[in-house]
């Protein structure tokens, strides 16, 4: 089977595939369906704020990528249909070596190793594209997302309130 060049396939822990692809602008519905398909503690978790729906603006912002400050993956169920996770960083505009990454994982796919498959693509496309760090902020109560990171490499250095910063030297 031939995938265009940047789709990868991945086999997860759990023995599900997905195919990794970057996010692309005319992906807004598949991204649109598959954020409003996240559970809304989800939604929150992801947002830090009740997400019940998306606006256009948003939407725009998430999908409208171009692969040097914006970068954005997707993993799709094998037949393409169906967002199952997303993650992305996007240059800081004060400070263009460091990146600010998150991710999404569908609610029925946590668990399986998505986020840490996606999450490690991620961290190497950032060294590889020369940045020298990448930030995460997390809810401090969302300690599935800390565990993630801590286990990739993420130290906290910080924490204000509702929220923890996080925060992984790429060296070069």
């Known amino acids: 089977m031939t995938f265009p060049i940047d789709t990868r396939e991945l086999v997860l822990r759990n023995g599900r595939i997905v195919r990794v692809r970057p996010l692309v602008s005319s992906d807004r519905a598949i991204y649109e369906r598959a954020v409003m398909a996240l559970s809304p503690r989800s939604r929150y978790l992801r947002f830090f704020a009740p997400m019940p729906r ?14 040097h ?14 967002a199952v996770g997303v993650v992305r960083y996007i240059r800081d505009s004060h400070d263009p070596e460091t990146g600010e990454v998150a991710i999404a994982v569908a609610d029925d796919w946590q668990g ?16 590889l594209a020369g940045l020298e760090s990448l930030a995460a ?26 929220y923890s910063e996080h925060r992984l030297p790429l060296g070069r």
């Open 112 to 127: 399986g190793g998505l986020g840490s498959q996606l999450l490690r693509q991620t961290v190497e496309h950032a060294r």
């Open 54 to 67: 998306l606006s256009e603006r948003l939407l725009d912002q998430m999908t409208h990528t171009d692969g």
């Open 137 to 162: 902020t997390t809810m401090s109560e969302n300690r599935v997302a800390a565990g993630l990171l801590q286990t990739l490499g993420f130290s906290r250095v910080s924490a204000s309130g509702p």
């Open 69 to 82: 400050r914006h970068v954005a993956h997707v993993a799709l169920t094998p037949d393409e249909a169906t």
